[in-house]
């Protein structure tokens, strides 16, 4: 009897390797158990099959009764389960992926540093792009062709033909547009499976507030006031800030989030240049490619960053010299005596 009851427990995880469903496997156990019984019930004593089935019939009896109780209680555990958790109010889950949206991301899905989980992590990311000039068009732009779920696109300016050399995502035809409008628009006619919302206004104390709603923020401003106080207000708020900057031939940018042990932009940049001592792009001029270069970088970054994939610029500064080819990757540290995150703020 042992025998036939080692058979079962064999078939059973036979089952269980070749993923047979559970209910599959029950009725196979039913049937043998059955089998057996019959055997026992229909064959005289003294049988030699007999002696190999056990013998004895009340023995085998008390084993059935004893395995329909098993069952029987855990068939009444389960219902009880199955209806507490129907009782339950169910947690908020965020929406599968259409079969669009799993057609759209299917390059993304593929990479083993990003797949489903990645996606999906991109789709319920909250990403806020300061500057909707060279550096945000083609951010914004990689960012929404990404599948980042709901973009924030903060800029005061309207689209001035000037900008068009450069700020691939406003149109000539959308000149005289608010920017914010414009970079909408043009976000939603390549994804319309995201969110934006556009903030018409600059980066302002007053306004900084929107940081909180965000989960990641991306500076591309073109002036040093809004750049070194968009660190201070996303340091203060925990944000991490992906803030990148461009001159002429050359580019910079890094991944700040002296929350989490990195420096910020004002422990490797202490000095604010006085006011006209560095030209910006409209008195200095800058190549049409490289805003396209480093904000593409900045989307980059901002996948990386959100998806847990490879190693982000964190702790590190990119500088890019378009002119010469050449980018060049420094460590950079915190600066204990910061004035944004040092140890007496
Ligand atoms: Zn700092």
Same mark, same amino acid.
């Given at each position: 009897?042992?025998?036939?009851?080692?058979?079962?427990?064999?078939?059973?995880?036979?089952?269980?390797?070749?993923?047979?469903?559970?209910?599959?496997?029950?009725?196979?156990?039913?049937?043998?158990?059955?089998?057996?019984?019959?055997?026992?019930?229909?064959?005289?004593?003294?049988?030699?099959?007999?002696?190999?089935?056990?013998?004895?019939?009340?023995?085998?009896?008390?084993?059935?009764?004893?395995?329909?109780?098993?069952?029987?209680?855990?068939?009444?555990?389960?219902?009880?389960?199955?209806?507490?958790?129907?009782?339950?109010?169910?947690?908020?889950?965020?929406?599968?992926?259409?079969?669009?949206?799993?057609?759209?991301?299917?390059?993304?899905?593929?990479?083993?540093?990003?797949?489903?989980?990645?996606?999906?992590?991109?789709?319920?990311?909250?990403?806020?792009?300061?500057?909707? *000039?060279?550096?945000?068009?083609? %951010?914004?732009?990689?960012? $929404? &062709?990404?599948?980042? @779920?709901? !973009? #924030?696109? =903060?800029?005061?300016?309207?689209?001035?033909?000037?900008?068009?050399?450069?700020?691939?995502?406003?149109?000539?035809?959308?000149?005289?547009?608010?920017?914010?409008?414009?970079?909408?628009?043009?976000?939603?006619?390549?994804?319309?499976?995201?969110?934006?919302?556009?903030?018409?206004?600059?980066?302002?104390?007053?306004?900084?507030?929107?940081?909180?709603?965000?989960?990641?923020?991306?500076?591309?401003?073109?002036?040093?006031?809004?750049?070194?106080?968009?660190?201070?207000?996303?340091?203060?708020?925990?944000?991490?800030?992906?803030?990148?900057?461009?001159?002429?031939?050359?580019?910079?940018?890094?991944?700040?989030?002296?929350?989490?042990?990195?420096?910020?932009?004002?422990?490797?940049?202490?000095?604010?240049?006085?006011? *006209?001592?560095?030209?910006?792009? %409209?008195?200095?001029?800058? $190549? &049409?490619?490289?805003? @396209?270069? !480093? #904000?593409? =970088?900045?989307?980059?970054?901002?996948?990386?960053?959100?998806?847990?994939?490879?190693?982000?610029?964190?702790?590190?500064?990119?500088?890019?010299?378009?002119?010469?080819?050449?980018?060049?990757?420094?460590?950079?540290?915190?600066?204990?005596?910061?004035?944004?995150?040092?140890?007496?703020?």
């Amino acid at each position: 009897m042992i025998g036939i009851l080692l058979l079962m427990a064999g078939l059973w995880g036979l089952g269980a390797v070749f993923r047979t469903p559970r209910r599959a496997r029950l009725w196979a156990m039913a049937v043998l158990w059955a089998a057996v019984g019959l055997g026992l019930a229909a064959l005289p004593a003294g049988h030699p099959l007999r002696t190999v089935l056990g013998e004895d019939l009340r023995v085998w009896g008390a084993l059935t009764l004893l395995a329909l109780l098993g069952l029987g209680y855990g068939l009444l555990v389960s219902r009880l389960k199955a209806r507490a958790e129907s009782t339950q109010p169910k947690a908020p889950t965020t929406p599968a992926f259409s079969s669009e949206e799993l057609n759209r991301y299917a390059r993304h899905i593929m990479l083993r540093e990003i797949g489903g989980p990645g996606q999906k992590a991109l789709k319920n990311a909250r990403v806020l792009v300061i500057g909707a *000039g060279g550096l945000g068009s083609p %951010a914004l732009l990689y960012l $929404a &062709a990404a599948g980042v @779920g709901c !973009i #924030g696109v =903060m800029d005061g300016d309207v689209v001035d033909a000037s900008n068009l050399q450069r700020q691939i995502i406003h149109k000539d035809k959308g000149i005289g547009l608010a920017k914010v409008q414009s970079a909408r628009e043009a976000i939603l006619d390549l994804n319309p499976y995201v969110t934006v919302r556009p903030y018409q206004r600059r980066f302002e104390d007053q306004t900084a507030s929107v940081l909180q709603d965000y989960d990641l923020v991306l500076d591309g401003s073109d002036n040093f006031d809004t750049r070194y106080l968009v660190n201070k207000k996303a340091a203060q708020a925990g944000v991490p800030l992906i803030s990148a900057a461009i001159t002429q031939w050359e580019g910079q940018i890094s991944l700040y989030d002296p929350a989490h042990g990195t420096p910020c932009y004002e422990c490797i940049f202490p000095d604010r240049p006085a006011p *006209g001592l560095v030209p910006t792009c %409209a008195e200095a001029g800058v $190549a &049409a490619p490289l805003p @396209g270069v !480093i #904000g593409a =970088m900045m989307a980059m970054e901002a996948v990386k960053h959100l998806t847990g994939a490879g190693l982000t610029l964190r702790g590190r500064l990119l500088i890019h010299d378009a002119l010469y080819a050449e980018t060049r990757v420094i460590e950079i540290t915190r600066r204990p005596d910061c004035a944004v995150c040092g140890a007496h703020q």
